[in-house]
């Protein structure tokens, strides 16, 4: 197990420090002694930001901003630790990569609805 320190952005504005527990299963994290699940770490990452976002927070790290997703590959090999900072019409590269539990500015942290829409926009020019 891996614990990481992570700041979240509270509704009134104000910071606090989070630990969250990174179970060796890739598949689940824990934050004050609850535990998300996902089929693996960003979709579990993903499920603490959502009981995050109820509460108007919002948590800074590199999972959460608008153009990070991992690949098929990074979630299925990888647990999904790593993921691509994706820009509509680039091409991504290994160079892209970064740990979803890195820190990253809150003006780049987005929500989980963003996000997800944000990822569909970059699939489509696949499905086509």
Known sequence: MEIRQVEVVKRDGSIESVSIEIADSVDAIK????????????WALMSYREDLEREGSAICCQGARLNVWPSGMSSSM??????????????????????IFDPAPASMVTSVAAQTAYHDRFCERFRK
């Open 78 to 99: 990888g647990g999904g630790r790593l993921a691509y900072v994706y820009v509509i019409g680039v091409e991504v590269s290994h160079d892209d990569l970064v740990d």
């Open 31 to 42: 934050v004050d002694g609850k535990v998300y699940k996902g089929g693996d770490l960003f």
